[in-house]
């Protein structure tokens, strides 16, 4: 049962009642939401760090939620936790100047090919751009999906831009309600409509089995009759050619 918000904070002890409350309440998302993210980590970032995070981002929620503004308390804690162990995430920045040229250079290739060909550009297209061969391609996938996480709720940040009016990419394909955010939903849709295009079959199926059905990408390589390794080199594609439209379009 959820606790009556009170409408006047002067009453002190009701209003640190329910706060008290709530965050006991809503407590369970954070450890939710951490485990989510974990899965699509590596081994390297401690699953403690996560829920330390959302929890900042569930008191936060808590002592700055406004009946007037927002449908429910459980919604607006979720994108405020799912905001700050993003920014969490970021703050390690585990990225070298190296790792970070590298995305640049195939987010460029993909979109020299798309660009000159008005198609998908495939694997091998993308290696003669960058000069390099398949395996070497495909080992710079697997060194960027491994030194962190990569999402698409990263490249795409609403009008306000700032951290918790983020829009999550999974709500724009799935629809779900995000009474924190500013942007007009049909306008993200019809973005990353036109963007998804732009991918192969094969990882337009990635795409929504993952952000969609919100299988693993162990359980998508199953599905798909391909090894785990290879499913993370095609998410990571994914998102190193949808990052350069993304950020295109939103900046």
């Known amino acids: 049962m959820t606790h009556q918000h009170p409408e006047n904070k002067t009453d002190e002890d009701s209003w640190e009642s ?3 409350k709530s ?14 993210f974990a899965m699509r980590l590596p081994s390297s970032v401690f699953f403690g760090e996560l829920v ?39 703050s390690m920045d585990p990225y070298s100047r190296s790792m970070r040229k590298k995305i640049q250079d195939i987010a460029k290739a993909a979109k020299t090919i798309e660009d000159l060909k008005g198609s998908p550009a495939s694997d091998e297209e993308i290696c003669e751009e960058l000069g390099v ?23 795409i940040k609403t009008k306000k831009n700032d951290t918790y009016s983020r829009t999550s990419f ?3 394909i799935k629809g779900d309600d995000n009474p924190a955010d500013c942007f007009d939903r049909e306008e993200l849709k019809f973005v990353l409509a036109q963007t998804i295009k732009m991918l192969t079959p094969k990882e337009q199926m990635v795409v929504s ?11 998508i390589g199953e599905v798909l009759n391909l090894t785990e390794s290879r499913i993370c080199q095609i998410h990571t594609a994914i998102l190193v ?10 900046n």
């Open 170 to 172: 999974q709500s724009g």
């Open 18 to 20: 329910w706060r008290e």
């Open 52 to 90: 330390s995070a959302g929890s900042l981002g569930l008191i936060d929620a808590v002592d700055k939620f406004d009946t007037s503004k927002h449908v429910s308390l459980k919604t607006y804690a979720q994108y405020r936790i799912k905001g700050a162990i993003l920014d969490e995430l970021r």
């Open 241 to 250: 050619k949808l990052k350069v439209r993304l950020q295109d379009y939103f």
């Open 209 to 219: 089995l993952y952000y969609y059905d919100e299988l693993t990408l162990k359980e």
């Open 133 to 155: 061969s398949l395996d070497a391609y495909y080992d710079m996938l697997t060194n960027i999906h491994g030194a962190s996480v990569l999402s698409l709720d990263e490249f």
């Open 23 to 36: 965050i006991i309440e809503y407590s369970y998302l954070v450890k939710h939401i951490a485990a989510r």
